[in-house]
């Protein structure tokens, strides 16, 4: 028997989870809005406003999971990688609950638990598997051996997939975050209505550094020869950038699924949420006989839900930390 109490304060988002026996039976997410009046994330008001958010978290996921606190067995968090406040936050309050308890820490990497998602719901994988993580700090592909027998067969050399898509998003003066609004624009427009250039990188590597430049210059060059250009022509922008990120993606992954010989193939991180990307990538696993694993929506984005599930498997092999554990906001794969 094993109840997690699971805490996640990597960047904005202020998340708690219960996992009673591998089950998500709580998973809440405090998001902060104040963000978007600066058309980004502000890491010291970030790591203020966990503060705020981080005890009503925990009393809520625990009622929702209708356990106490001398019910949990373990706390598990995100010690990286991430915003160093943000984090600061969440590792302190999981070691101050656990002393106090007197019960076991679990840290727990952060991409590695996006990954682990896929085992909160059925199906689930089978070993081995390459897994897509696509955010807006992180794009990789991942040969999954084990639960944490993992290796990145494949990233991005500079920007990654998301910072494309928000970065996209304010040229288009679209408010934050920018992501999930080109998606919906995305819906009603034309993918092939423009083309933009896809960087050829070598292996299975990516770069969105210069597509971001190329939709710069596109657009500039459009809003001289008519200054109405994107209002007239939103829709279709949106869904020819997102068709082209999701064509990049898409091949690199087919190129990784053919090298390694493997056909059980998922996606994970705040991008697996796109519609083009979903869309897509069963169109390929249709052509090419693939079995998919796409999580739910709520263990897409950062969430406290993954951090328990991964704090869960780490509990079963006794895999503990001391209290002398700090957050790091860079840490190894």
């Given amino acids: 028997m094993s109840v997690i109490l699971a805490i996640e304060s990597s960047c904005d988002d202020t998340s708690v989870a219960v996992c009673n026996n591998g089950k998500i039976t709580a998973n809440v997410i405090a998001n902060q809005t104040i963000h978007q ?9 970030a790591s203020r406003v966990h503060q705020q958010n ?3 978290a925990v009393q809520q996921a625990l009622i929702n999971a209708q356990v106490t606190k001398q019910d949990i ?5 995100t010690r990286g990688p991430g915003l160093l406040g943000s984090l600061l936050v969440g ?6 609950f656990a002393l106090a308890l007197n019960i076991p ?3 727990v990497n952060h991409m590695h638990a996006h990954i682990l998602a896929h085992f909160i719901d059925d199906p689930k994988p089978n070993f081995p598997f390459i897994c897509l993580t696509v955010s807006g700090g992180h794009t990789q592909i991942v040969l999954v051996k084990d639960y944490f027998d993992m290796e990145i067969i494949g990233e991005t050399l500079d920007d ?17 975050p920018g992501g999930p609004l080109i998606d919906k624009h995305a819906q009603q427009g034309n993918p092939l209505a423009f083309k933009f250039a896809e960087p050829q990188i070598a292996d299975l590597n990516f770069s969105f550094s210069g597509f971001k430049t190329s939709i710069l210059y596109f657009i500039r060059k459009q809003e001289q020869e008519n200054p109405a250009f994107i209002a007239g022509n939103l829709d279709d ?3 020819s950038v997102q068709h082209s990120i999701v064509q990049i993606l898409l091949n690199k992954l087919k190129k990784a699924a053919k090298q390694y010989g493997i056909n059980e193939i998922a996606i994970a991180g705040g991008v697996s949420a796109n519609s083009g990307l979903r869309n897509g990538l069963q169109q390929t696993a249709d052509e090419l006989g693939w079995k998919i694993y796409i999580p739910a929506f709520q263990y ?7 951090i328990a599930i991964a704090g869960y498997h780490k509990y079963l092999k006794q895999d503990f930390v001391g209290q002398n554990v700090s957050p790091m906001a860079r840490m190894e794969f």
């Fill in 105 to 107: 820490l679990i840290s």
């Fill in 37 to 45: 009046n600066y058309g980004g994330v502000i890491p010291e008001l």
């Fill in 300 to 306: 897409c984005t950062d969430n406290a839900g993954m």
């Fill in 73 to 77: 067995n373990a706390v598990a968090f």
């Fill in 237 to 239: 922008i949106c869904a």
């Fill in 160 to 176: 990654a997939a998301g910072e494309a898509f928000d970065k996209t998003a304010k040229l288009l003066a679209l408010p934050y």
């Fill in 91 to 96: 590792v302190s309050f999981a070691k101050s």
């Fill in 54 to 56: 981080i005890v009503p």
